[in-house]
């Protein structure tokens, strides 16, 4: 006889190889736009970025990025599917048998999720491209918009696969209703 007190575990997310490609590319932008950022700070090239005001709308552009990122985290909770792949790689390599079950969480719809699909993702761009005008440098503020804005919308593509394969109709609604 079940336990009705028990709530039934299911498998909630596997990793596949699309996903962690994402993950990666993601994580390897990350790195190379501070990289570029280092170098490339106090040239006179980036001159026309030096004005306190522009540094100041960049550095408004950039926490407004974090607190949106951080909204859409805390919205979601310390068992989303993206908190940990490093974690869940690490664990599939050393443990072959480990199986990831989770409780089934539903479709985060309200919140800051009842205005945009991906707040982290929006946040993370809007916030690399403030902190490359907030600490002037034209170099990371291109890196940001032709490398790091593109990686996050692939990424959430991929993203977006995954949650119709989890979610299915009721994603598929839902992401017609958020355009962005």
Do not use: C
């Not at 390897?28 to 970025?49: D, E, H, M, R």
């Not at 306190?52 to 990122?69: D, M, Q, S």
């Not at 918009?145 to 989890?166: D, F, G, Q, S, T």
């Amino acid at each position: 006889m079940k336990d009705p007190e028990k709530p039934k575990k299911v498998e909630f997310f596997s990793l596949d190889k699309k996903y962690i490609l994402a993950y990666w590319v993601t994580m390897v932008s990350y790195g190379v736009f501070f990289l570029i950022q280092l170098v490339t700070v106090g040239y006179p090239y980036n001159a026309s970025l030096e004005n306190p005001w522009i540094r100041r709308i960049g550095l408004v552009v950039a926490v407004a990025g974090a607190l949106i990122w951080h909204i859409g985290r805390k919205k979601l909770g310390p068992e989303s599917v993206d908190i940990d792949p490093l974690g869940e790689i690490s664990r599939r390599i050393l443990f072959p048998s480990y199986r990831k079950v989770h409780i089934k969480k539903p479709l985060v719809t309200d919140g800051i999720y009842a205005f945009m699909k991906h707040p982290q993702y929006w946040g993370t761009v809007m916030f690399y491209i403030g902190f490359a005008v907030a600490i002037p440098s034209y170099p990371a503020l291109a890196f940001a918009i032709l490398v790091v804005l593109p990686v996050h919308i692939w990424r959430a593509k991929v993203e977006e696969e995954m949650n119709l394969r989890i979610f299915g109709e009721k994603y598929r609604r839902y992401s017609e209703e958020k355009r962005w």
